[in-house]
């Protein structure tokens, strides 16, 4: 029990510190990653990130925990090339990995712990690379009855049951009735637009395409409350129930967090204690210690350090 609360501790204090924890800076736009220093109108470059002084911090492949220091990367990191892997075999229930994005340009190991996103950017490159495995997948499922049946909501076969969905699994929130209407219409038009003949794979496979290319997919968007904490405003419960997921699992909220977040019940904290202790219960959460360990201590370069067997030779 002792090792296990300490674990928690860790998971929580890493998660928190190398992403700004529930909270983010608070700007004058109320913009997630906007810069509010008059003296630098334009905000940060791509890339960047900005200290408490308002000037960009060079990356020194450390891993930056000021909660300023971070402000202008927590507000909207992009999926690690790992994230979007487990988050697409979970959205679309996979049995595994689709194996898709060894086909993307490599991720930076600049940073310590594999997860500041002050270091993901987005290039074309990426954008294509993503279109590409969206479309893929679209395809894969949309033309598998018994694949895409996995993803019709229990009783509810209309488009729009379907769409309200997949987009609140896909975007980690309730999506806008704007963002429903349109992919129903997307949805609706399947046939059309992919030229598969069976509607409903064709709708799928349309919907597919779109979300997995959607910046509300690649990007953990943190936005906040209008709840304010001096310079820091509160993250909504959709936000801390999406940041836990990542911290432990490193992948998208599953349906019991988002259930929690949607009635408010996740932002209470003996809750929050009791989903991170869930999380690691599962074998996702002791993969996470596994990697801190590996990552903290680079237990997988000892292989490659040579063993001197005449002064220990139970090491030859």
């Not at 992009?78 to 229930?93: A, F, K, M, T």
């Not at 086909?103 to 954008?127: C, E, M």
């Not at 993503?130 to 997948?137: C, G, Q, W």
């Amino acid at each position: 029990m002792i090792w296990k609360d300490i674990s928690l501790i860790s998971v929580l204090l890493l998660g928190l510190a190398c992403s700004s924890g529930p909270v983010r800076p608070r700007t004058s736009s109320g913009g997630g990653g906007a810069n509010s220093d008059p003296s630098n109108p334009e905000g940060p470059k791509s890339g960047e990130v900005l200290g408490s002084d308002g000037k960009p911090i060079k990356a020194t492949g450390k891993t930056a925990i000021g909660l300023v220091a971070q402000s202008t990367a927590s507000s909207f990191p992009r999926l690690s090339h790992l994230q979007w892997e487990n988050s697409v075999r979970d959205l679309l229930r996979l049995s595994a990995i689709s194996g898709e994005s060894k086909n993307f340009p490599v991720d930076p190991s600049g940073s310590a712990y594999g997860n500041n996103g002050a270091l993901y950017s987005v290039t074309n490159d990426h954008w294509t690379a993503y279109r590409n495995a969206a479309e893929s997948l679209g395809a894969k499922i949309g033309g598998d009855a018994a694949a895409y049946k996995k993803l019709i909501p229990t009783g509810k076969t209309d488009a729009k049951s379907i769409v309200s969905s997949f987009l609140k699994r896909a975007y980690r929130r309730l999506p806008t009735d704007a963002e429903v209407n349109a992919m129903v219409t997307a949805f609706n038009n399947g046939t059309k637009l992919t030229g598969l003949a069976d509607a409903q794979g064709a709708g799928f496979y349309a919907m597919i395409s779109v979300v997995l290319q959607s910046p509300n997919f690649l990007y953990r968007v943190e936005l906040g409350t209008d709840t304010t904490m001096g310079k820091y405003v509160a993250l909504d419960a959709f936000e801390v129930a999406s940041r836990l997921s990542f911290a432990i699992w490193n992948t998208t909220p599953d349906d019991a967090l988002l259930a929690l977040a949607e009635s408010g019940e996740i932002l209470k904290p003996e809750t929050l204690k009791a989903q991170a202790n869930r999380l690691l219960d599962d074998p996702r959460g002791a993969e996470l210690l596994k990697a801190i360990h590996m990552q903290a201590y680079h237990i997988d370069q000892f292989v490659a350090v040579k063993q001197d067997s005449k002064n220990y030779p139970e090491a030859a």
